[in-house]
């Protein structure tokens, strides 16, 4: 199983995605021949395209909540997987405000977008869906009405991606069994932001959920002024997981990181040290 994560942008707030110092397009999943497209927030399709990323082969569209940072550019996305809808393809998967809104809130996807995919399937926490061999579960997300995040769980590895969302041991333990955790991690130790995580709650979660790789993105104005690689270094050392600090553009194969995988890589250097001792 071949897999990768390229990240379109890691922009977390409207400071920093109105003035593109972090591109906002939020990220590709491609496992084998499915592509997932997570959170195209603005500039997606451009920052697709700098990346080759092609998003005619987007298997689904993936969006955890009506907020711009997260949905700006569902509707160009599905336009460009669909050629507007003359090749009806793919699925979109989202919370029920995105397709719905709120009293406050229009949902942002037209009624003519909603007719270009095969099927939108509305998610809710603990909900299961498979696409090929692929389950996507929804998680809670304790941010604005009906936030969600996703669960991808694979023969090879299990990725989990929070969204945006305060934290608490309900939250956390829904991660458990994650070989691979990508958290939005909004602002540095000590700041708090109503709804977002920042650094202290990550070492929280990631000391508890114990993964083989955590990746910190979504950073905020003040968490750039920080430096996101410098407090990845400190969550590192704080947790003894492996934190790496998303940059655009940056790709990741998840599946170096599965238990799996790392158990046979053991095997075949026992097998090698074997032979040389032969």
């Given at each position: 199983?071949?897999?990768?994560?390229?990240?379109?942008?890691?922009g977390g707030d409207s400071y920093?995605?109105?003035?593109?110092?972090?591109?906002?397009?939020?990220?590709?999943?491609?496992?084998?021949?499915?592509?997932?497209?997570?959170?195209?927030?603005?500039?997606?399709?451009?920052?697709?395209?700098?990346?080759?990323?092609?998003?005619?082969?987007?298997?689904?569209?993936?969006?955890?909540?009506?907020h711009l940072g997260h949905c700006?550019?569902?509707?160009?996305?599905?336009?460009?997987?669909?050629?507007?809808?003359?090749?009806?393809?793919?699925?979109?998967?989202?919370?029920?405000?995105?397709?719905?809104?709120?009293?406050?809130?229009?949902?942002?996807?037209?009624?003519?977008?909603?007719?270009?995919?095969?099927?939108?399937?509305?998610?809710?926490?603990?909900?299961?869906?498979?696409?090929?061999?692929?389950?996507?579960?929804?998680?809670?997300?304790?941010?604005?009405?009906?936030?969600?995040?996703?669960?991808?769980?694979?023969?090879?590895?299990?990725?989990?991606?929070?969204?945006?969302?305060?934290?608490?041991?309900?939250?956390?333990?829904?991660?458990?069994?994650?070989?691979?955790?990508?958290?939005?991690?909004?602002?540095?130790?000590?700041?708090?932001?109503?709804?977002?995580?920042?650094?202290?709650?990550?070492?929280?979660?990631?000391?508890?959920?114990?993964?083989?790789?955590?990746?910190?993105?979504?950073?905020?104005?003040?968490?750039?002024?920080?430096?996101?690689?410098?407090?990845?270094?400190?969550?590192?050392?704080?947790?003894?997981?492996?934190?790496?600090?998303?940059?655009?553009?940056?790709?990741?194969?998840?599946?170096?990181?599965?238990?799996?995988?790392?158990?046979?890589?053991?095997?075949?250097?026992?097998?090698?040290?074997?032979?040389?001792?032969?």
């Amino acid at each position: 199983m071949t897999s990768k994560i390229t990240f379109l942008g890691t922009g977390g707030d409207s400071y920093t995605y109105a003035k593109q110092y972090r591109g906002s397009g939020g990220f590709i999943l491609k496992i084998d021949n499915a592509q997932f497209h997570v959170d195209p927030g603005p500039g997606a399709t451009v920052r697709a395209a700098e990346n080759g990323i092609n998003l005619r082969e987007n298997t689904a569209v993936l969006v955890s909540h009506n907020h711009l940072g997260h949905c700006n550019d569902v509707n160009t996305v599905i336009d460009a997987m669909t050629y507007s809808g003359l090749d009806k393809k793919g699925v979109l998967i989202c919370n029920t405000t995105l397709m719905n809104g709120t009293e406050k809130m229009k949902g942002y996807l037209t009624d003519f977008h909603k007719d270009c995919v095969e099927k939108i399937i509305v998610l809710e926490p603990e909900k299961k869906i498979g696409i090929q061999n692929i389950d996507i579960v929804g998680t809670k997300a304790k941010h604005t009405e009906h936030s969600i995040g996703f669960k991808f769980i694979t023969p090879n590895f299990t990725l989990g991606y929070t969204s945006d969302t305060k934290v608490t041991n309900e939250i956390i333990d829904q991660y458990e069994g994650c070989d691979v955790l990508i958290m939005n991690v909004v602002a540095p130790p000590g700041v708090k932001i109503e709804g977002q995580m920042n650094c202290d709650d990550a070492v929280r979660m990631i000391s508890k959920v114990k993964p083989k790789l955590a990746i910190i993105t979504h950073f905020g104005l003040k968490m750039l002024k920080a430096d996101p690689i410098y407090e990845a270094r400190e969550i590192q050392k704080k947790t003894n997981v492996q934190v790496i600090a998303a940059k655009d553009g940056m790709v990741v194969s998840p599946g170096s990181y599965a238990a799996k995988a790392k158990q046979k890589n053991l095997l075949n250097m026992v097998r090698g040290n074997q032979k040389l001792h032969e």
